[in-house]
């Protein structure tokens, strides 16, 4: 696997807000620029058999109008697809219901992965765990998006992906991503205090740990 400090230093996080029909959401954005052709990248997040590559196994009708199922997480409805620039989507999970937007941009000879995650997120859930309770899930699935490209004959082991969060380079990878989130929310607005003491019960939920 790549190197964590490398790969967290590289990835971009914002927090922000947006005002919708039903009231505000929080705006996660997070983006990385990968070594590869856009018309390359726009296969990696679309192909079926190489999403399951990176980030987790996927059926329906991945085309606008169609269905999706990530087996075992989130499902939803592609709203958009505009190849290969991007896609929007509904993100249905746990009977809660935001949207998210992936927009792939040239630079240079690479290209850059950017995507915008809208929620409703109860207060109370926000003032637990802030934006890391879903940020840093992002960092993973941008951190097995780089290995996948990285080497794309290989695929993650399930077993060892099961206890990574035990490792050093896991617990690692999620303190360090805990950390950055952290300072996306105190940009945002957030009281240092607090957006510290969530990203501890962050750290904690994904690592197995007491925060």
């Known amino acids: 696997m790549l190197d964590v400090d490398t790969q967290i230093s590289t990835v971009r ?24 052709g856009i018309e390359d990248l726009w296969d990696v997040v679309t192909n079926p058999e190489r999403i399951a590559r990176w ?20 499902g939803g409805t592609i709203n958009r697809c505009d190849p290969p620039s991007g896609y929007s989507a509904t993100w249905e999970f746990a009977d809660q219901v935001s949207w998210i937007e992936v927009r792939l941009t040239p630079e240079g000879d690479s290209t850059r ?61 999620y303190r360090q991503a805990s950390d ?11 009281d240092p205090e607090a957006a510290r003491a969530a990203g501890e019960r962050t750290f904690g939920f994904y690592t197995g740990q007491a925060a």
Not at 55 to 74: C, D, M, T, W
Not at 180 to 190: L, M, R
Request: aromatic share 10%; net charge negative.
């Open 113 to 173: 992965f950017e995507l915008e995650h809208v929620a409703h997120v109860a207060d109370e859930w926000w003032d637990q765990f802030g934006p890391g309770a879903t940020g840093v899930g992002w960092d993973g699935a941008l951190y097995g998006l780089a290995n996948h490209l990285a080497d794309p004959s290989t695929a993650p082991d399930p077993a060892s992906m099961a206890t990574w969060h035990e490792t050093p380079e896991g617990k690692s990878f």
């Open 55 to 74: 980030f987790l196994p996927v059926e329906g009708e991945l085309k606008e109008g169609g269905r999706y199922q990530l087996i075992g997480n989130a």
């Open 180 to 190: 950055a989130w952290v300072q996306a929310s105190i940009a945002d607005g957030t």
């Open 13 to 36: 996080r914002q927090q922000g807000r947006r005002t919708l029909e039903a009231g505000e959401a929080r705006v996660q954005t997070i983006s990385q620029v990968y070594d590869t």
